[in-house]
């Protein structure tokens, strides 16, 4: 099958693309910037939509979006974050639905994000968002994508927790100050952490590319989230570390602002569809997951 990955140089997509082309798939990646570094397996690159016919395709993939925690969210930030991911995802679908024939699927990507600050409750793909940000970037996002069940394409979203694996992402930034023996707990270290390894994230995307029935939204989070405290703690055996230096809340709040969301707010998202349509994680555990990516 011939697949278009938009935001497919990012750090899930470096992973897919060479996956997807191993498959046996004929990968083209629709990027932004011209002579970017592309994945191993990509066949073909494009900074414009017209240069394609979709009805030469068998699935899209979107990952495309700036990095939410990459800058303090400013307006302009907010307004960057929010047409990266809302403008690509109408301008791929417009792109679909101006061919006489159709990509059989598009899994877009969205984040746990989704559904706010949910406390100790436990989130399925049905509980209710509360208002933030976030939620409603998510939201506009999904509403995007969706549009293309309009057009007869088979759509899912992968709301993504906090993806991990040693070369990038959020572990990238942690793993310093760990290794320093400075990493701690931040606030009090209740709130929920839903993280899941990258190697599964991109299993999960295939494994929607693949299954004919699947549709709607799917959360892409480890069956086992972990308070932030006790993922601070597996870190430490991972590294074999101290982690005794909790970061106060109201520091964090002052360091990065608005942003300090991403880094406070609770969701023990599970993945109850994943799970009931028979898909399976090869890293379900938080110390399994921190052992192999360290074992490299």
């Known amino acids: 099958m011939r697949i278009l990955i938009a935001g497919g ?82 301008n791929l679908v417009e792109w679909m639905a101006r061919a006489t024939q159709r990509p059989q699927v598009l899994v877009s990507a969205s984040a746990v994000g989704y559904y706010g600050e949910q406390g100790d409750r436990v989130i399925t793909e049905d509980t209710a968002p509360t208002p933030g940000f976030t939620h409603e970037l998510c939201a506009a996002w999904e509403r995007e994508a969706g549009k293309a ?5 088979r759509v899912c979203v992968m709301r993504i927790g906090v993806v991990l694996d040693g070369d990038g992402g959020a572990l990238a930034k942690m793993l310093p100050a760990f290794r320093m023996g400075a990493g701690g707990r931040l606030g009090a270290g209740r709130h929920w952490f839903p993280w899941i390894h990258r190697e599964d994230v991109v299993s999960i995307c295939q494994w929607l590319l693949d299954k004919p029935d699947a549709r709607g939204p799917y959360n892409a989070g480890a069956p086992n989230p972990v308070t932030n405290a006790d993922f601070t703690s597996a870190l430490g055996r991972a590294l074999g570390r101290p982690t005794i230096l909790p970061m106060p809340q109201a520091a964090l709040r002052l360091l990065f602002g608005e942003m300090s969301e991403l880094l406070l707010v609770s969701d023990r998202m599970l993945p109850k569809r994943l799970l009931d349509e028979g898909f399976r994680f090869r890293y379900p555990l938080i110390d399994d997951a921190l052992a192999a990516i360290f074992a490299r």
């Open 9 to 90: 140089t990012g750090f899930v997509g470096q992973v897919l693309c060479p996956r997807l082309s191993a498959a046996g798939h004929e990968v083209v990646l629709l990027t932004r910037r011209e002579g970017t570094a592309l994945p191993r397996g990509v066949a073909k690159a494009v900074t414009r939509l017209d240069e394609l016919d979709a009805g030469a395709f068998g699935a899209v993939v979107n990952l495309a979006g700036a990095p939410i925690g990459d800058a303090r969210w400013t307006e302009a930030r907010k307004k960057l974050l929010l047409d990266s991911r809302v403008d690509t995802t109408r």
């Open 149 to 153: 069940a309009t057009l007869g394409v």
